[in-house]
């Protein structure tokens, strides 16, 4: 799936996430990510990705590009179990690939719509809003730019405006990079 991705800057979780459940009907669903995050040696951007949730692993390769106003990821995804995790590790650092960053992800998410929509506290970054908007690979330029335009709605919905959108990556962030 082609993933189209905005970040940004929220002050305080409690009010946005009472802005974002009154919008959707409903309280949002607890969410906890832990992601470890692997590359080549010598590159700068993630390759590869192991997100531990509470109940399963999800294993994503990841193509990212940062586009004018979003992100625009392709990633291919698999599910598999807990116990594979060490084996997955080894299995990437056979590979050639080296563990990179760790990113822990603790809050609420939400569906608006086609929107996946998360209010997360990230690592020692603080609290950010994600929304995604999923297409197809073969989806053209308009509909990433409906998409584009979908996700600033929303944002302007939740009392955040383009001020607040994070551009830099969460690796960028995270390694002071």
């Known amino acids: 799936m082609k993933e189209i991705e905005i970040k940004a ?14 919008t959707c009907g409903r309280n949002g669903h607890p969410v906890s990510k832990h992601d470890l995050y692997f ?3 010598g590159e700068k951007l993630q390759a590869l990705r192991i997100r531990r949730f ?21 990633e291919y995804e698999f599910r598999t179990s807990l116990e594979e995790e060490q084996n997955l590790v080894s299995f990437f650092e056979c590979l050639g690939y080296e563990k990179y960053f760790i990113k ?16 997360l506290r990230v690592n020692d970054l603080g609290v950010f809003l994600e929304m995604e908007y ?37 690796r960028e ?4 990079e």
């Open 104 to 119: 822990d992800k603790e809050g609420l998410e939400w569906s608006v719509g086609p929107v996946h929509v998360e209010l």
């Open 134 to 170: 999923l297409l197809d690979f073969s989806c053209g330029p308009d509909d990433v730019a409906a998409a584009q335009e979908e996700l600033f709605r929303l944002l302007h919905l939740f009392g955040l405006g383009e001020g607040d959108v994070e551009r830099r990556s969460y």
């Open 9 to 22: 800057h929220a002050a305080d979780m409690e009010s946005i996430a009472g802005i974002i459940s009154v």
């Open 173 to 176: 962030m995270i390694l002071g």
């Open 39 to 41: 590359r080549r040696p």
């Open 54 to 74: 509470p109940d399963h692993l999800e294993v994503t390769a990841k193509k990212q590009f940062q586009g004018d106003i979003s992100e625009e990821n392709s």
